[in-house]
């Protein structure tokens, strides 16, 4: 009776053992499988910037990530699959930065616009720092009719985590109002227009123009951002 006992420890040792280099190879696998993709996803973000979507192949995206096709073909299914998921990309970073700008502040400390202020140089920021990402963002290759494809999965999260930017914008002006700061209705508009402010202006210093105008970035969203919220708290 004794040996058996000592038989089957043995054994369920030997079994945990097993398990446990399993679960290693696999981590192992998985980790290789994610360094890879992320190799692919750079190199894409590169070559987009570099060339643009319509001049881009995936043989430029794995040459430069160092992979072969049939890698590229593991993770992606074409080559709009990847300009998508590099986009879904910039935009995670983007949220973050906007989301870490604003929380060391205490919201009944400072005013809604401070806040949105802060957040519009946060967003200036990220564009300085990610030409790359904001070029891809902002779709400037929209004259592409595959780009507007918006029913497959990573559309779709692109969609909803656009949402989310947007609302944490409008979370920003509802506080506002419900301090007695701005005075409007509709805050889902309020937040799509300071929005589309700050495209706006970054697409013309993405096109040169700004420097034309002999603008400065900063100041140009200062001003433009503190006009749209004086707008805001006109009763």
Do not use: C
């Not at 053992?17 to 399993?22: A, G, T, V």
């Not at 981590?27 to 987009?48: G, M, S, V």
């Amino acid at each position: 009776m004794e040996e058996t006992i000592i038989d089957n420890n043995k054994n369920q040792d030997l079994i945990k053992s097993i398990q446990e280099n399993n679960l290693f190879k696999r981590a192992r696998t998985e980790e290789a499988r994610n360094i890879r993709k992320q190799a692919l996803l750079d190199a894409a973000k590169t070559i987009f910037f570099e060339n643009g979507y319509k001049n881009t192949t995936i043989k430029d995206i794995t040459d430069r990530a160092g992979v072969s096709i049939g890698t590229f073909y593991l993770y992606f299914d074409n080559k709009l699959t990847i300009y998508k998921n590099v986009l879904f990309e910039g935009i995670l970073q983007l949220e973050k930065q906007l989301r870490d700008s604003v929380k060391s502040f205490d919201p009944d400390e400072v005013s809604a616009s401070h806040l949105l202020k802060t957040l519009a140089k946060a967003y200036i920021d990220f564009y300085l720092y990610n030409p790359e990402y904001f070029d891809i963002i902002a779709v400037l290759n929209i004259t592409e009719d595959e780009l507007r494809e918006n029913h497959s999965r990573i559309s779709r999260e692109i969609h909803i985590k656009a949402r989310h930017i947007l609302r944490f914008i409008e979370s920003i002006i509802r506080l506002g109002k419900q301090k007695k700061e701005f005075h409007i209705e509709n805050t889902g508009a309020a937040a799509t227009g300071i929005w589309a402010l700050l495209e706006g202006i970054l697409i013309l210093d993405h096109r040169k123009n700004l420097t034309l105008l002999k603008q400065d970035l900063y100041q140009l969203v200062d001003f433009s951002v503190s006009s749209y919220l004086e707008g805001l708290k006109i009763k």
